[in-house]
């Protein structure tokens, strides 16, 4: 089974979000960066089946040089190659046709994305790929099972979960549930040392098309401080939260 | 030219997010001077849409499609985008919707903006403001093909009025080829979704315990609310991974928040800043939450919960 690890490379969570350039691009002064963690969890997934199934795992990258550090975090925590299409990731279609692209030429039997990204949250490039691709497609996956060219994937729904069964090749959205928090990889000493020797393969863009064009950015207002209410007069929350937030 | 939202059902019902699409999708209409056609399939009474500002709505009635299918409800919304010439396509932020998203913007080949907060800031080009970063920032987005889609986050633009009579009509597609095959389906009809939810409570580590979970379960009932819970507490197995909320759980937009015993580490709020209220009730004055929460009591939950509870109960009584 060919696999292909579909990484972001994205703010850490903790980061201060400001924006440079009259607010048209995000300040990346400062901020560290890591594996999307959606992401993470698919890759996790994806050394799970190299190493119970034989699988070879790649995974790929839309962006420029600065997001090489990322890919060869997922080569030391034990992917076989990485590859980065040399590119500004403009729009969500630029991204799910270059990775279609790779995707083709390289005959993957499962792509594994997350469902989305936690910067730009879009959660769309993983179903344009199955898409461009014609391949099958489950988002926000909790659960996969592959034997032979059978899969059987288990989907978050509102209120629930559910099992659907279908065949390779397969796109999914993943998330935590396909592996738990517990079971992601540091990479060690050893990983670090491999994956200066692993490849890292840069490829050139196919094409320019892009379907949207970002403009600039803004903050929320400040929050207002919070309204403190004594644990011995819960009456004055009840009303507060009837008359003055209309929430009850 | 039009206007086309998916109007989406369950068991017949269309769902609260079904209403505040086509509120947002009659605000897209007439800034571009358009009408507003849904979609649905097996809605027992289509026609309700006309309360929203919907004119038409194309209606499918087959038995088989009961169960949502993302590769056939792409196909469907794509053959009544074309039939109706719609420009715009408007979807909600349900689970179901956000799988056909990325489908359908594929198969259309149209431009899409996920997590819309609000009407097009602009209709030529058409702009859009969709949240990014998580909800801690806005960003403008300028849709550029000729269909164009537009996600809308849940609970931002709110459900608006504007009755008219809507036209139904029966619609039909032949079904995608579809290699993915339903084998079971486990959800909850007696407990209200997290994602569908007015209020949702929330318990964390202060609780102690899995077995103090009644205090959670009890207000939760109190509101007709939906139990949610942090990280911790599903990492330890107290609750089931599908209540966890935060950023890598599931996210809430609910109109109330309720944290109870929840710090409130930068990854859970995260994941709850689109609530519109937010209450913490925690022991720490100096717990991060409240910094987030518009609402706070600082006590033991053991003592703050069935106070709370009976004061709820007594407001219910008195304004029922």
Not at chain 1, 192 to 218: D, Y
Request: charged share 20%; aromatic share 6%; hydrophobic share 40%.
């Amino acid at each position: 089974m060919k696999i292909l690890v579909c990484i972001s490379h994205v703010p850490d969570t903790t980061s201060k979000i400001n924006f440079v350039e009259n607010d048209t691009q995000f300040d990346t002064n400062g901020v560290s960066f890591i594996i999307n963690p959606n992401d993470e969890f698919g890759l996790t997934r994806a050394m799970w089946f190299k190493e119970k199934q034989g699988a070879s795992v790649d995974v790929i990258n839309v962006g420029d040089a600065t997001t090489e550090p990322t890919l060869r975090k997922c080569l030391a925590i034990g992917a076989d190659n990485a590859i980065r299409v040399n590119a500004t990731p403009t729009d969500s279609f630029f991204v799910a046709s270059q990775i279609a692209e790779v995707a083709k030429s390289g005959n993957y039997d499962l792509i594994i994305a997350g469902r989305e990204s936690i910067d730009y949250n879009g959660g769309v490039v993983q179903g344009i790929l199955a898409e461009l691709l014609g391949a099958n497609f489950v988002n926000t996956c909790v659960g996969l099972e592959v034997e032979g060219t059978t899969a059987t994937a288990i989907r978050e729904i509102d209120g629930g979960k559910e099992t659907l069964k279908t065949s390779l090749p397969l796109v999914i959205g993943g998330q935590k549930g396909l592996v738990e928090e517990s079971d992601l990889r540091i990479p060690n000493m050893r990983g670090i040392m491999m994956a200066r020797k692993k490849p890292l393969n840069v490829v050139e863009p196919t094409g320019n098309e892009t379907h949207t064009t970002a403009g600039s950015f803004s903050k929320p207002e400040p929050k207002g401080s919070v309204t403190l209410v004594d644990a011995s007069n819960i009456d004055q929350l009840v009303d507060l939260l009837h008359k003055e937030a209309k929430v009850i | 030219m039009s206007v086309l939202l998916y109007a989406e059902t369950e068991n017949g019902i269309f769902k609260k997010a079904a209403f505040e699409v086509a509120s947002y999708a009659k605000g897209v209409a007439d800034a571009l001077g358009t009408n507003v056609v849904a979609v649905s399939v097996n809605a027992n009474d289509a026609s309700e849409l006309g309360k929203y500002g919907v004119q038409k709505v194309l209606n499918i009635s087959n038995e088989s499609l009961n169960s949502f299918k993302a590769k056939t409800y792409t196909t469907i919304i794509t053959e009544a985008a074309k039939q109706e010439n719609s420009d715009v396509v408007i979807l909600s932020s349900s689970a179901n919707s956000k799988y056909i998203s990325g489908l359908l913007a594929g198969q259309l080949k149209a431009a899409i903006a996920s997590n819309v907060v609000k009407l097009p800031v602009s209709t030529s080009p058409l702009t859009v403001e969709r949240t990014a970063f998580t909800n801690k920032a806005f960003q403008q987005t300028v849709l550029n093909t000729d269909i164009k889609i537009i996600s809308v986050s849940s609970n931002a633009y709110g459900i608006i009025e504007n009755e008219v009579t809507a036209e139904v009509v029966d619609f039909s597609v032949s079904p995608a080829d579809d290699s993915i095959e339903i084998t079971n389906i486990d959800k909850a009809t007696d407990k209200v979704s997290i994602a569908d939810a007015e209020v949702v409570v929330s318990g964390g580590r202060g609780l102690k315990g899995p077995e103090n979970w009644n205090l959670i379960e009890d207000l939760a009932d109190v509101l007709g609310a939906a139990t949610a819970c942090s990280k911790p507490v599903s990492d330890m197995g107290w609750r089931p991974h599908d209540e966890h909320v935060g950023q890598t759980g599931k996210p809430v937009a609910s109109n109330l928040y309720i944290a109870i015993g929840i710090s409130g580490a930068i990854q859970h709020l995260a994941g709850i800043n689109a609530s519109k209220v937010k209450v913490v009730i925690n022991t720490d004055p100096e717990a991060p939450f409240f910094k987030a929460a518009d609402y706070g009591v600082v006590g033991d939950a053991f003592e703050v919960v069935p106070e709370l509870i009976e004061k709820l109960k007594a407001f219910k009584a008195s304004n029922a």
